[in-house]
């Protein structure tokens, strides 16, 4: 069975801190990974990757897949209270019917 | 539109009651899916459309629940006589193409089952 799991599962940092989220993952035939943020109701898409090695970056967020090891990480740099959410990791499974299989996220939470 | 909308925001029902939890894609996009969020979970998947053929529904976690999307554009998840074990975020995603791994949620509809 396919599966995803987020640690850790909840995160305190002050503001300007840097943090790095880690998602790892069983899954038959990977086909991609992909990064969402949720605040309040719909995950909003973050990052996508596919190939090992290639980090993937916007603005103060990056991200990187180890198709070796089977995990990603997420990183945040200089932490804001904006970032405060939560994140969710997701893989896509080519025998699969194109639908995603999420991790339960990292909750994310800034103080200033 | 400018992205996936879905209606109602919120709707409470009291068990037994036959629920219809509307989504709109976004303009164009062939793939539509449906997922059920618990509280302090991930979402996990339900259905998934390709245009109007319900390619999978292997998540669906009981006949209770029904989801069309007749003319390959807004779809309807419907659930019969709900029980309190459906109380649950349901998200809609849309994307682009067959093959594209880029879904774009909705806000979600937060159904509270009394």
């Known amino acids: 069975e396919d599966k995803v799991v987020q640690s850790p599962l909840s995160l305190v940092v002050h503001e300007g801190d840097t943090v790095t989220l880690n998602c790892s993952y069983e899954v038959t035939n990977f086909r991609s990974l992909l990064w969402y943020k949720q605040e309040k109701k719909a995950p909003t898409f973050l990052f996508m990757l596919t190939s090992s090695g290639i980090e993937k970056k916007s603005g103060r967020l990056s991200s990187i897949l180890d198709k070796k090891e089977l995990f990603s990480i997420l990183n945040i740099t200089a932490t804001q209270t904006g970032d405060s959410a939560i994140y969710l990791c997701a893989v896509g499974d080519q025998t699969g019917a194109n639908n995603l299989f999420f991790g339960t996220g990292t909750r994310l939470t800034v103080i200033p | 539109g400018a992205g996936v909308s879905q209606s109602p925001r919120y709707k409470v029902a009291k068990r037994g009651q036959d629920v219809a939890l509307r989504c709109d894609p976004i303009?164009?996009?062939?793939?539509l899916f449906w997922y059920q969020q618990a509280l302090g979970q991930g979402p996990e998947f339900l259905t998934y459309f390709q245009n109007e053929a319900q390619l999978d529904k292997s998540g669906l976690p009981s006949d209770r629940f029904f989801a069309e999307r007749p003319e390959g554009s807004v779809s309807t998840l419907k659930i019969q006589r709900t029980q309190q074990e459906d109380s649950a975020v349901y998200l809609c995603a849309s994307s682009r193409g067959t093959y594209t791994d880029t879904q774009y949620f909705g806000p979600g509809t937060r159904l509270t089952v009394l």
């Open positions: 303009s164009g996009h062939v793939s």
